[in-house]
């Protein structure tokens, strides 16, 4: 019989991916074993919500909770920190791998940490990459973001004074969008750019108002998936015709093919795919970042710099997948990762945004300039929950059962995904598109012909979708705060 | 005028009654209750 040790399982991490794994080590390892988490934030954010903190019908309390309470009760080691560098090896002195930790909380900020670990998770989640375009982000001033619930308040208070102008009988434009040609999340900015519609309808302002979708998409409705197709009144439908229609419906301008290559006080400067270079005039602009991963390092145990062997050059770390560069006319669904295992170090994994996918899902683009604008793959919440939870099992499984391979898996390849985007907070005014696909990443070996099952793939807006997204934001935070039965909740 | 404009110009309008069906409660009830069950069969496909 095997006869397991005690074990210390660390998670980097605690976001939707690294959150779920952690709570999912303690469920299932006994007290004899660590889990702990460590991770540079105090809050937990369900980021979707960010989109009504963004235009005031949330507030930052709304969608985030205090990690620390949640871990105290469920008996999780929690480090304020973040991680600057592994040694899977160990170092000269001793064998034990370990990840070199920062402190961030307040008591402590600044001291450094070797943690010993015999398992770890990576789910670091992104680095929010404003650097990318010079001017972008709030932090340089000249436009928006909602990617964290900071950055959503300070959008809706921006917002807020863009509509004391409209009101005041002035002119404005609203720009929303991606703020660099290589961005993910289409459907963030999608969502948030028909929830300021909705907000310029209910304060009666909309007519002196022009909103305008910036996107580095191929087409309306590709979302960094390729699009989408599905059933509907005896036809199969695009997501490009779904999408152009909700634009014509809400009168929303959209600028396709576009790389955003700065960003001035209330001007935008941008390429497209025919290298042409234009620029637009803004008042308002959420613009969202592109992603790399968070940007530590790796040592072995000599103390050799091997970065490059353990993480993809976008800084996201390299998993089960098949990396090797090939033409888009050759990429597979079989080149996408299913246990989200490190190949050099057995007991390291990436969970969530933090592992590095093969290749982008949408077809990969440039500008006769050079210039790449094509969405990078989206990997939402509910593939991060799963994954996260799939790596937490087999970790338990390595521990319990003494398993030498990997014992659960979850591919993108074989999951599908929901994406609400909605507009309004109220029950009987409010409105929303619902989008479901299956599977994420196409499989056209399986579907020959939309790569995806088109009766699991779907299109609908009305308000039942807007209750669902109510429905979610609920759920998942009774979810991440694991009170009672959460584990019975889906991920 | 932009690609995405001219796209946007040529697609599909709603017509009245189906946008009076996006905020019809019964109907939306049953569609609500239809999309709680394409989202549970998803997640329950995507489980492993």
């Known amino acids: 019989m095997w006869e397991h040790a005690v074990a210390r399982a660390v998670v980097l991490g605690a976001g939707v991916s690294g959150h779920t794994a952690a709570l999912y080590l303690r469920k299932y390892l006994g007290r004899e074993h660590e889990v702990v988490v460590v991770t540079p934030n105090s809050k937990w954010n369900w980021i979707p919500s960010n989109i009504w903190v963004g235009v005031g019908e949330m507030t930052k309390k709304d969608v985030t ?33 370990t990840v070199e930790i920062v402190y961030t909380a307040p008591d402590r900020s600044g001291m450094v940490e070797h943690l010993e670990y015999d398992y770890l998770i990576n789910a670091t989640g992104p680095k929010l990459n404003f650097g990318a375009t010079p ?76 909103v305008i979708y910036i996107t580095n998409e191929y087409e309306l409705g590709d979302f960094g998936v390729a699009g989408l197709h599905f059933e509907q009144q005896g036809f199969v439908s695009s997501s490009q015709t779904f999408t152009e229609s909700l634009f014509h419906e809400r009168g929303v301008r959209a600028i396709l093919r576009a790389h955003v290559e700065r960003v001035e006080p209330g001007k935008v400067h941008y390429e497209t795919l025919d290298g042409q270079k234009s620029s637009i005039a803004f008042d308002f602009a959420m613009l969202l970042p592109p992603f790399t991963g968070v940007g530590f390092q790796a040592f072995d145990r000599a103390g050799n710099d091997i970065t490059s062997e353990v993480f993809a050059p976008n800084g996201f770390m390299k998993v089960d997948a098949d990396y090797t560069k090939k033409p888009f006319e050759e990429w597979r669904a079989s080149d996408w990762p299913r246990t989200y295992q490190n190949p050099t170090y057995r007991n390291v994994f990436a969970a969530g945004i933090a592992f590095a996918p093969p290749h982008q899902i949408s077809k990969p683009r440039s500008s006769p300039n050079g210039t790449v604008i094509t969405p990078a793959p989206p990997r939402t919440g509910m593939p991060s929950g799963v994954i996260g939870r799939t790596v937490a099992l087999t970790i338990r499984d390595m521990i319990k059962k003494g398993a030498t391979e990997p014992t659960h898996h979850a591919s993108l390849t074989e999951e599908g995904a929901a994406c609400i985007a909605s507009a309004g907070k109220s029950l009987t005014k409010g409105s929303a598109a619902a989008m479901t696909m299956f599977p994420i990443v196409p499989d056209y070996e399986k579907y020959p012909k939309h790569g995806r099952n088109v009766k699991d793939t779907y299109g609908e807006i009305g308000l039942n979708a807007h209750w669902m997204k109510h429905v979610l934001h609920y759920v998942f935070i009774y979810k991440a705060k694991a009170l009672p039965g959460w584990w019975m909740l889906p991920e | 005028m932009e690609y995405g404009d001219e796209r946007i110009q040529s697609s599909p309008m709603p017509t009245p009654r189906t946008l009076r069906g996006r905020y019809n409660i019964p109907y939306q009830l049953l569609r609500f209750l239809r999309l709680n069950f394409r989202m549970i069969a998803m997640v329950t496909k995507g489980h492993h």
């Open chain 1, 135 to 210: 001017g972008l982000g709030p932090d340089a001033g000249n436009s928006v973001s909602v990617c964290t619930a900071d950055h959503a308040e300070h959008a809706s208070a921006e917002l807020a004074k863009a509509i004391e102008k409209l009101k005041a009988g002035q002119k404005q434009t609203f720009l929303i969008g991606t703020g660099h040609g290589t961005c993910t999340c289409q459907g963030a900015a999608f969502e948030y750019t028909f929830n300021v519609e909705h907000e310029l309808r209910q304060h009666g302002v909309r007519d002196r108002a022009e």
């Open chain 1, 65 to 97: 909770f205090p990690l620390a309470p949640i871990y105290k009760r469920k008996h999780i080691d929690y480090r304020q920190a973040r991680a600057v560098a592994i040694r899977p090896e160990g170092n000269e002195s001793s064998p034990k791998p």
